[in-house]
């Protein structure tokens, strides 16, 4: 089992910026993915950006040049630093760890950018 804890998130204006995090604990095996989704009113769940043990890295093209992940293997933490926001980057950012058939997913933290 896994167990994901987010912090981070809250109201932004349109243009500044906003970090979150994410820390997994529990039965961590090493080889997995962390990754960042959200989930606006009324849309689909979607990929933000994910990164791999080895810090290879996957963003959505609405978000590319904007935010950034990283990770801290030995924390068991993932990172999401999210620049020039937008209005509709307003979402419940969810966290995500995934290892073969294991899926483990955050409560999700709200983001507002106010325009």
């Known amino acids: 089992q896994v167990q994901l804890v987010e912090s981070g998130g809250g109201l932004v204006q349109a243009g500044g910026s906003l970090g979150l995090s994410c820390t997994a604990s529990g039965i961590i095996f090493s080889g997995n993915i962390m990754g960042w989704y959200r989930q606006a009113p009324g849309k689909q769940r979607e990929l933000v950006a994910s990164?791999?043990?080895?810090?290879?890295?996957t963003y959505a093209d609405s978000v590319k040049g904007r935010f950034t992940i990283s990770r801290d293997n030995a924390e068991n933490t993932v990172y999401l630093q999210m620049n020039s926001l937008k209005p509709e980057d307003t979402a419940v950012y969810y966290c995500?760890?995934?290892?073969?058939?294991?899926?483990?997913w955050g409560q999700g933290t709200q983001v507002t950018v106010s325009s």
């Open positions: 995500r760890w995934t290892l073969f058939t294991k899926d483990y």
């Open positions: 990164i791999t043990s080895g810090h290879s890295t």
